[in-house]
């Protein structure tokens, strides 16, 4: 059975999204202002609601990535995850402590914003124009 096109590349736009924002948190280059440093109060809120909800945000996103791609009616998966993604991104930009800390974050942030909203288009013309295998598993049902 051949996977939609549509929903292939969703997976790949939104899975790519996630790493954009997993780079941004984790390989971004910090600021050398010393005024800038997290110190005690901000670092804790910091790590308790953004790098922990990333983290298990992560593996429940690859467990849905994977079904979106595997499963024929994916593609409603496929688009909870995008916007999960892009909902993430915008908290994530909400944080003026950590974009101040990582001035490069933003960017990274914004790139996964639009690469998670093109995952919810293809996974919106996947659910439109299914493929198929899609259609003739649907009629042996």
């Given at each position: 059975m051949?996977?939609n096109p ?7 736009l939104?899975?790519?999204?996630w ?6 948190l ?27 909800p ?11 990535l ?8 994916g ?45 919810l ?15 003739a598993?649907?009629?042996?049902v």
């Amino acid at each position: 059975m051949t996977a939609n096109p549509a929903k292939v590349i969703g997976v790949a736009l939104v899975g790519v999204a996630w790493a954009t924002v997993l780079y941004g948190l984790f390989l971004t280059p910090v600021s050398t202002d010393p005024l800038l440093d997290l110190e005690a109060g901000p670092s804790f809120a910091v790590n308790l609601f953004v790098y922990l909800p990333a983290l298990a945000l992560s593996v429940l996103l690859v467990v849905a990535l994977v079904v979106a791609f595997a499963h024929r009616k994916g593609a409603v998966a496929g688009a909870a995850v995008a916007v999960v993604v892009g909902a993430f991104a915008m908290w994530v930009l909400a944080q003026q402590e950590l974009l101040a800390f990582r001035p490069e974050l933003r960017v990274a942030l914004l790139v996964a914003q639009a690469l998670s909203l093109l995952g919810l288009l293809a996974f919106g013309f996947a659910l439109l124009w299914p493929s198929r295998a899609d259609t003739a598993a649907a009629q042996r049902v």
